[in-house]
């Protein structure tokens, strides 16, 4: 089975903090994605990687930032934490299969900034 | 651009009864087409996928989709409700990055 794990499953931090989310697959998938999440909103794309040291923005990446050092391994960074960032992160992975990709989601990282 | 509209936030259903989660999509190509379902405090789990062929598609735990191009429509189906299927629900589109619908959320009443 295809295995996402995620940090921390609940995290509290304080405005201004800078906070780090990691993420690791165990199934040498090439793409790797975070997401937030908020009530009413769905899934939002943050940022997203096709390949190691590789980066491409999503729909709503101001005021984060990412890193992909090793293939398996897909680190969220809040560089100054603020009250509009607390939401539920979800990273996912998937393989290069054809034309379409099913991802895969960790548990999430419920993260909450006062 | 792509997108995903589910119209219904949230539904209430009897254990027994029939469910149908609607979905529509827009996207330039064929459109590959997933629904996922994600219980309290958890990530997503695929429910099913649709990349070609057969317009119906059978999934995991009893739940079936129908794609129909021409009303750019993927609903969920389900004929026979569960208590354990209360989750919400999540449409998305796409190949390499997916768009997700806002999502809707089913209660089941006992």
């Known amino acids: 089975d295809v295995k996402v794990t995620q940090s921390s499953r609940y995290l509290v931090k304080r405005t201004g903090e800078k906070v780090f989310l990691e993420c690791v697959q165990d199934m040498d998938h090439e793409n790797m994605f975070w997401y937030r999440q908020d009530p009413g909103l769905g899934l939002r794309l943050i940022y997203f990687s096709y390949d190691v040291k590789m980066k491409e923005k999503g729909d709503i990446p101001e005021g984060y930032s990412v890193s992909r050092e090793k293939k398996e391994r897909f680190s969220l960074i809040l560089e100054s934490a603020s009250t509009n960032q607390t939401s539920m992160y979800l990273c996912?992975?998937?393989?290069?299969?054809?034309?379409?990709?099913?991802?895969?989601f960790g548990p999430g990282t419920r993260l909450t900034v006062t | 651009a792509q997108s995903v509209t589910q119209p219904d936030i949230h539904i209430t259903v009897s254990e027994g009864a029939s469910l149908e989660l609607r979905c529509n999509y827009s996207?330039?190509?064929?459109?590959?087409l997933f629904w996922y379902v994600q219980s309290p405090g958890q990530g997503l789990q695929l429910l099913l996928k649709?990349?070609?062929?057969?317009?119906l598609v059978q999934g995991i735990k009893g739940f079936e989709a129908e794609f129909k191009r021409s009303q750019s429509s993927f609903n969920l189906r389900k004929p026979s409700v569960h208590w354990s299927d209360a989750a919400e629900y999540f449409c998305a589109v796409g190949a390499r990055q997916l768009t997700f619908g806002s999502g809707t959320q089913l209660t089941v009443l006992p």
């Open positions: 996912a992975s998937s393989p290069n299969l054809g034309l379409a990709y099913e991802q895969y």
């Open positions: 996207y330039g190509a064929t459109p590959y």
């Open positions: 649709y990349f070609s062929g057969d317009t």
